[in-house]
């Protein structure tokens, strides 16, 4: 088992800068891979980037690219989301993911995905 602990969201305004983390305790040494999503109200859960644990390789949304980074610290187990230019449309509960093994399928898909955090909020105003 492995379980996600999501931190660093709030309020903010439009244009500003913020910093998810999410912290991964348990049987981490066998994620192959950690992602995030988010959920805006009354939306589907969107995916929003992922990461493979060991080699580090990235995917992103298309809409997202170029404002959102992610990037893990696999000494401190701990996955990391840097959201630059913030617009309002971001606002949504994110959420950290992790899937235990690859498996064939599309990684935006948060079917892929065995483990979940329970969400930070992070609300952009006008």
């Known amino acids: 088992q492995v379980r996600l602990v999501e931190s660093g969201g709030g309020l903010v305004q439009a244009g500003d800068s913020l910093r998810l983390a999410c912290a991964a305790s348990?049987?981490?040494?066998?994620?192959?891979?950690m992602g995030w999503f988010r959920q805006a109200l009354g939306k589907e859960r969107e995916f929003v980037a992922r990461?493979?644990?060991?080699?580090?390789?990235?995917y992103y949304a298309d809409s997202l690219k170029g404002r959102f980074t992610i990037s893990r610290d696999t000494a401190k187990n701990t996955l990391y989301l840097q959201m630059n230019s913030l617009k309002p449309e971001d606002t949504a509960v994110y959420y950290c993911?992790?899937?235990?093994?690859?498996?064939?399928?599309?990684?935006?898909?948060?079917?892929?995905?065995?483990?979940w955090g329970q969400g930070t909020q992070v609300t952009v105003s006008s």
């Open positions: 993911t992790a899937a235990a093994r690859w498996r064939p399928g599309v990684t935006s898909n948060p079917n892929w995905y065995d483990y």
């Open positions: 348990g049987r981490t040494d066998s994620n192959y891979a």
């Open positions: 990461i493979t644990w060991g080699g580090g390789s990235t």
